[in-house]
């Protein structure tokens, strides 16, 4: 089946240094890939839809200059935490659209903590 | 717009018995539903998914969901619960064109012995 690898699963980070974390879709191509944020016992917030080769859009109240998406190829997307504070520590979590299955497919997530 | 409810945030069911869990939606145009599991500190899993086709869905691990437009309802069951399906569930909403994902808040199950 569809597989959307998610890397690092884990990151500590100094306050005021920059994350990149990589989504990959495996064995399908997505046009379309989507960034969540996850806090705690919560729901997921989608940050921003990520297009192959365009500007990302991004959901009302996320900062575009913090969290920067590149969607350059149809296999790979890349959110970077740019200068992160530990209010940025959460879990971020990618998804691709597979739309040859009419579905969306999850990486596995990635623990930000940020000391 | 379109959005989910799910009511609750816990339901908990001894080893063996039914699980529902409840999923309401709201869309404009006819949606596409989906159930996703997660585990502790992984991502999403896909139970199963209405795309229009047969009301009644059936999903992996035994779970199935019908889709229901009168009640605007796509409820999860599984006939006997299990200890491994102890795990945070989703209803998720896709409508139109707009390709975006919207969830529920999310529903923790738990599984006695």
């Known amino acids: 089946g569809a597989v959307v690898s998610q890397h690092p699963s884990r990151v500590i980070c100094k306050s005021g240094t920059s994350v990149k974390i990589e989504c990959r879709s495996l064995d399908f191509q997505a046009t379309t890939m989507f960034w969540y944020r996850q806090f705690p016992k919560q729901s997921l917030m989608l940050m921003a839809t990520s297009n192959e080769g365009s500007k990302a859009t991004y959901e009302q109240g996320v900062e575009k200059d913090k969290f920067l998406i590149n969607h350059a190829s149809l296999t790979l997307s890349t959110l970077t935490v740019t200068s992160a504070h530990p209010e940025d520590s959460s879990f971020y979590i990618c998804?691709?659209?597979?739309?040859?299955?009419?579905?969306?497919?999850f990486g596995s997530g990635t623990r930000l903590t940020v000391v | 717009a379109q959005s989910v409810t799910q009511l609750g945030s816990h339901v908990s069911v001894s080893e063996g018995a039914l699980v529902l869990l409840r999923c309401n939606y709201s869309?404009?145009?006819?949606?596409?539903l989906f159930w996703y599991v997660q585990y502790p500190n992984q991502g999403l899993q896909l139970l199963l998914k209405y795309t229009s086709a047969a009301t009644l869905v059936k999903g992996i691990n035994g779970f199935e969901a019908e889709f229901k437009k009168s009640e605007t309802s796509f409820h999860l069951t599984k006939p006997s619960a299990h200890m491994s399906d102890a795990a945070e569930y989703f209803c998720a909403v896709r409508s139109g064109a707009n390709s975006k994902l919207t969830f529920g808040k999310g529903i923790t199950l738990s599984v006695r012995p």
């Open positions: 998804s691709a659209r597979n739309e040859g299955a009419n579905g969306y497919t």
């Open positions: 869309s404009s145009v006819p949606p596409y």
